[in-house]
């Protein structure tokens, strides 16, 4: 029932679109009316979802990257480097009424001005392109504030778009700030996993890499918990590892990490060595973890690499958990694949400077 009233609200609003568009007066002041509270609630947004199309949410197609368990096997020969990291794209936009005419020009396909780009995210973009063959993990919040269509086309796509055919994304809090994640869906198509749920995995080489959505329902009983249980089953000799957004054990404690929490107790209780995630504005490295965040000798380890291009200034004191902390610049992590192990180094700045390296075993 929502689904269906949603695609009625998206059909409504293109016919408000094309009656903009050929500048039709919508019955005096309630056609006024309609017309500013569509724009004051959703920033011009409105009008992008209707643009962005009914056919992308409607119609599914049969995946040609994943097969039947969601798995994507991906083209690497061992050992093989992977670069992590999330918070990325925030260009400078003049308020909402920017925001909301940026939203109405590109629905319409109007030419709109450059984006300025944050300083942050020309660094990274930099070691991006220092390792032009590497696999890239984008772990969300990727173009701030809404997640737009216009924020993915005009401020990620000129900078971190460099490295689009390499990257697998996962998305965060920000790209549900539009619609069903619409723009996020829209932006990376089958990249985001089949059918818009934001949940898959990479099969490569000796590692299994989950793709894994810490915005929707993690809970035991949840599709997502049911197909992590699956796809570890039919993989039980790989050694593995996750990425999603929100940590569940982090220095800094935000709101909203209920599924977080579920998804790395799940992990860890079935043994994932690793864990990324984005969604703090630095890096940290946690000491091993049992399930509820206890230090544990056979725990899973949380990499945060939230400093894509926003960062957090000033000192942190680390948590007991945290084993490093590294705040105030940008950065990348650089991830090393062998059979037996992953050895990491945290990248930062545009020179690319080794803030924090080591090696973990392939539980």
Not at 206 to 229: C, F, M, V, Y
């Amino acid at each position: 029932m929502f689904r269906k009233s949603f695609v009625q609200l998206l059909f409504c609003t293109t016919i408000l679109m094309e009656c903009v568009r050929r500048k039709i007066i919508l019955g005096g002041l309630a056609g006024v009316l309609a017309i500013v509270v569509l724009f004051a609630a959703t920033e011009g947004q409105i009008f992008s979802l209707a643009a962005s199309g009914i056919r992308t949410l409607e119609n599914s197609k049969i995946s040609t990257l994943f097969d039947s368990n969601r798995v994507h096997a991906l083209d690497v020969a061992m050992p093989f480097s992977v670069l992590a990291a999330g918070d990325i794209a925030d260009c400078e936009i003049g308020g909402g009424l920017d925001r909301t005419a940026r939203n109405l020009q590109y629905s319409m396909g109007l030419v709109r001005a450059d984006a300025v780009p944050n300083d942050g995210m020309l660094d990274t973009v930099r070691i991006l392109e220092t390792y032009p063959d590497a696999p890239v993990l984008a772990l969300g919040d990727l173009v701030y504030k809404r997640g737009e269509p216009v924020g993915f086309s005009d401020c990620y796509d000129p900078y971190w778009g460099v490295a689009k055919n390499r990257t697998w994304p996962t998305p965060g809090n920000h790209e549900y700030q539009a619609p069903f994640a619409y723009g996020y869906f829209d932006y990376w198509q089958e990249r985001a996993g089949p059918d818009r749920q934001g949940y898959y995995a990479l099969d490569a080489g000796k590692w299994l890499i989950l793709s894994l959505n810490s915005e929707i329902d993690a809970s035991p009983t949840s599709p997502q918990a049911d197909w992590i249980g699956t796809v570890l089953d039919a993989y039980p000799d790989r050694c593995i590892a996750a990425f999603y957004h929100k940590p569940a054990y982090s220095t800094v404690a935000r709101d909203s990490a209920e599924d977080a929490h579920h998804l790395f107790r799940q992990l860890a209780e079935a043994g994932v060595s690793f864990v990324l995630n984005g969604h703090n504005h630095f890096y940290e490295r946690t000491h091993p973890l049992n399930g509820e965040g206890a230090w544990s000798d056979t725990g899973t380890v949380t990499f945060v690499a939230g400093a894509g291009g926003r960062t957090t200034s000033g000192e942190i004191t680390p948590a007991r958990s945290s084993d490093r902390v590294v705040t105030g610049t940008a950065g990348v992590l650089k991830l090393d694949f062998s059979d037996e192990a992953v050895s990491w180094t945290y990248l930062t700045g545009g020179s690319a400077t080794d803030s924090d390296r080591g090696t973990l075993s392939c539980r």
